[in-house]
């Protein structure tokens, strides 16, 4: 059964704190990606990444670096948290191939993150 | 940027009833792609219609692609109470990364 896993389903800091969300996939998958989800706003895309060591940015990457020094693990980092940063990230991976064949991504189960 | 927006926001129907959900979106796509997402967990892939494709089926789920008017609709036959979750368009960007729209959010009730 394939899986997209992250390191906290819940999660609670304070701001000014330095905040580390782990994405996990064990599908050998090419591309991964963090999303965050706000009410009426839907997913945004912060990054993404294709490659080991490689990052591109998405709509939203202000306050927000990531790391992917392994192919199945893709970290996204809140700098200095903030409250506006209060969200429910989502971390999603897929393979890569032809955009024509392109299937599904696969997303973890989310973490909700407060941040006081 | 958002790429498909959701029609209507919110839905309520009962069991044994079809709900439709509309999407529309802005640029040209490679694939239109339905997700759902139960309350408060990650997104689950529904069906993915491709541009060159009219319609597609996969259960009791019908997806509708209609690129001349940028257009997409899921249909959910005979609703049942586990079907209430929120489902959301996407379209392919670039880097294969989805633009989302805000979801409809579907109840079914008993």
């Known amino acids: 059964d394939v899986k997209v896993t992250q390191s906290s389903r819940y999660l609670v800091k304070r701001t000014g704190e330095k905040v580390f969300l782990e994405c996990v996939q064990d599908m050998d998958h090419e591309n991964m990606f963090w999303y965050r989800q706000d009410p009426g706003l839907g997913l945004r895309l912060i990054y993404f990444s294709y490659d080991v060591k490689m990052k591109e940015k998405g709509d939203i990457p202000e306050g927000y670096s990531v790391s992917r020094e392994k192919k199945e693990r893709f970290s996204l980092i809140l700098e200095s948290a903030s409250t506006n940063q209060t969200s429910m990230y989502l971390c999603?991976?897929?393979?890569?191939?032809?955009?024509?064949?392109?299937?599904?991504?696969?997303f973890g189960p989310g973490t909700r993150l407060t941040v006081l | 940027s958002q790429q498909g927006e959701e029609d209507p926001q919110a839905l309520s129907i009962q069991e044994g009833e079809n709900a439709t959900m509309n999407c529309s979106y802005k640029t040209s796509i490679n694939n239109l792609q339905w997700y759902r997402q139960n309350s408060g967990r990650g997104l689950v892939h529904l069906i993915l219609?491709?541009?060159?494709?009219r319609e597609k089926h996969s259960g009791r789920l019908r997806v509708t692609l209609d690129t001349s008017k940028k257009s997409s609709s899921l249909l959910i036959t005979a609703s049942r109470a586990a079907d209430t979750a929120s489902y959301f368009c996407a379209a392919l960007r670039t880097g294969y990364a989805l633009n989302f729209g805000k979801g409809t959010s579907l109840l079914v009730t008993p």
């Open positions: 999603a991976s897929t393979s890569a191939g032809l955009p024509s064949s392109y299937n599904e991504q696969f």
């Open positions: 219609i491709r541009s060159n494709e």
